[in-house]
């Protein structure tokens, strides 16, 4: 007889060797907050003259003629500015003694980043002139005898010394030159009183000035 083959064991499989335990993966260092650049806010003033026609010879301009009319400018640009400036002072730069209203400067002071204050008295004349009936009409309103046939108009002029525009916070004063001329100068953030001004003597108004906040 043929010699039986030896029956073959049946192999154990080889055990597998178990997974080391992954390693934890490091936490990364928490990225610190990028700082937002900040935006300084500066002052910057601009001459803007009203003109009025049609005035009656026989009329002499009132202090308080005078100052709802200013009442009325800066409520318009209250109202109407462009969002990126914020309105400080609407102040009166002519002779606080003339009678005379044909020619009506202010100095109209805001407040913004550097960016909008370069276009300011482009935004300040846009909410003028887009808003000059509704002023004409407020003005009219003032003294219907003398305002009646009133024609309003409006621009930019060139101060006593020259510049365009300058800039300066309140109490701090703007040297002893000429500046825009004393007078009455009112505005919302300008505070009260004498001292609250644009500097004293012929800084940008050392008369009565008055304001909200």
């Known amino acids: 007889r043929p010699s039986r083959r030896p029956t073959r064991r049946p192999t154990q499989p080889s055990k597998r060797p178990s997974r080391r335990p992954s390693r ?32 009656p010879s026989s009329y002499t301009l009132s202090n308080g003629d ?13 109202n109407n ?4 400036l ?18 009506f400067p202010l100095i109209i002071t805001v407040r913004g980043t550097a960016d909008a204050s370069d276009f300011a008295l482009a935004y ?19 003294n219907p005898n003398e305002f ?16 365009s525009a300058t800039s300066s916070r309140p109490g701090t004063g703007s040297g002893s030159g000429n500046g825009f001329g004393s007078g009455n100068g009112f505005g919302s953030g300008s505070g009260n009183g ?3 001004g644009f500097g004293s003597g012929n800084g940008f108004g050392s008369g009565n000035g008055f304001g909200s906040g």
Do not use: W
């Open 81 to 84: 500015l462009d969002d990126s």
């Open 148 to 163: 009646r046939n009133i024609i309003l108009s409006i621009g930019p002029y060139e101060p006593y010394d020259g510049s």
């Open 24 to 55: 934890q993966p490091s936490k990364r260092p928490s990225r610190r907050p990028t700082p937002r650049p900040s935006f300084a806010l500066i002052e910057t003033s601009h001459p803007v003259q009203l003109s009025f026609k049609n005035v």
């Open 194 to 196: 004498n001292g609250n």
């Open 86 to 103: 914020d309105l400080i002072e609407v102040a009166y730069a002519g002779d606080g003694n003339s009678k005379r209203m044909e020619s």
């Open 124 to 142: 300040i004349m846009e909410a003028l002139e887009n808003n000059l009936k509704d002023m004409e009409r407020k003005c009219k309103s003032l």
């Open 66 to 78: 005078r100052m709802e009319i200013m009442e009325i400018v800066q409520e318009t640009l209250k």
